[in-house]
Nanobody, 122 residues
């Protein structure tokens, strides 16, 4: 499994960005795709996830209502639309893939992309 994240950059507070994750190496039927982020000096945290089949989504409280995760099954792509960005959203964003959510924590996520940096200027 290979995951390639892209779309990060510098944006002003209140602005928007869309991150993309190209997934390859297998079919992802029944898998869960997710986005995580790690801010400087902080631990990596969950942002959003989506089930490949049904498109069921779940968000961290900190991004709910501002971020939208989606997937394009035909293109094997996962997206994270980020609106109303603020300084606290500055982080390296990683896409990840899980076969199943067994533990409910980072142990579920066996595959990770390389990360893309999002910097929000105040």
């Amino acid at each position: 499994v290979q995951l390639q994240a892209s779309g990060g950059g510098l944006v002003q507070a209140g602005g928007s960005l869309r991150l993309s994750c190209a997934a390859s190496g297998r079919t992802f039927t029944n898998w869960i795709m997710g986005w995580f982020r790690q801010a400087p000096g902080k631990e990596r945290e969950f942002v959003a996830r989506i089930t490949w089949n049904l498109g069921t989504t779940h968000y961290a409280d900190s991004v709910k209502g501002r971020f939208t995760i989606s997937r394009d099954s035909a293109k094997n792509m996962v997206y994270l639309q980020m609106n109303s960005l603020n300084f606290e959203d500055t982080a390296v964003y990683y896409c990840a893939a899980a076969r199943r959510l067994r533990y409910g924590d980072s142990r579920d996520w066996g595959y990770w992309g390389q990360g893309t940096l999002v910097t929000v200027s105040s």
